[in-house]
T-cell receptor, first 112, second 113 residues
């Protein structure tokens, strides 16, 4: 079945550690996105990529980094520079920038 | 620049009564508009989309939305609410290539028995 897979579903890390969230899609989509969701704030765009080996900062990119070495994969690293990393992270992909997005099931990151 | 405003952060309706979730947008270009639904601790699922074809768009689970350019609105409706409709709903706009996909802040729908 085609889809978008995020792993792990739950992640716990100590403060000061970097952590990488996985996102893989087998939909052959060019565009991929990372969003952060906090209660009452909707979804905020962290990074997006419209093509392999290229990505752009979203609205809240500080403290995060990404790579897009393969079309299928768009991992997100939450660095120790991110002041408040505890959140629900959603990855999405779409055929193009103007098309509907397909979402993964999310990763809930808790930093203690 | 684009923006989207969901006018209500919470909506409560009784089971079997109509649902109205309001969304207003602004866009410099012909927008594409979407409604997504999110159940607790889950990803988002597309309910319906408008991409400049028919202004009345039918989606899954009995939902529909009407694109009204003169009012810059894209409200989501359903004739009769079901308990399973309780979730958070997001209105989304996308337009020119240089603009990002913009999410509204969400409306949480509560269904009263």
């Amino acid at each position: 079945d085609g889809g978008i897979t995020q792993s792990p579903k739950y992640l716990f890390r100590k403060e000061g550690q970097n952590v990488t969230l996985s996102c893989e899609q087998n939909l052959n989509h060019d565009a991929m996105y990372w969003y952060r969701q906090d209660p009452g704030q909707g979804l905020r765009l962290i990074y997006y990529s419209q093509i392999v080996n290229d990505f752009q900062k979203g609205d809240i990119a500080e403290g995060y980094s990404v790579s897009r070495e393969k079309k299928e994969s768009f991992p997100l690293t939450v660095t120790s520079a991110q002041k408040n990393p505890t959140a629900f992270y959603l990855c999405a992909s779409s055929i193009g920038w103007r098309d509907e997005a397909f979402f993964g099931q999310g990763t809930r990151l808790t930093v203690v | 620049a684009q923006s989207v405003t969901q006018l209500d952060s919470h909506v409560s309706v009784s089971e079997g009564t109509p649902v109205l979730l309001r969304c207003n947008y602004s866009s410099s270009y012909s927008p594409s508009l979407f409604w997504y639904v999110q159940h607790p601790n889950k990803g988002l699922q597309l309910l319906l989309k408008y991409t400049s074809a028919a202004t009345l768009v039918k989606g899954i689970n009995g939902f529909e939305a009407e694109f009204k350019k003169s009012e810059t609105s894209f409200h989501l409706t359903k004739p009769s609410a079901h308990m399973s409709d309780a979730a958070e709903y997001f209105c989304v706009v996308t337009g020119d290539r240089d603009d990002k996909i913009i999410f509204g802040k969400g409306t949480r729908l509560h269904i009263l028995p």
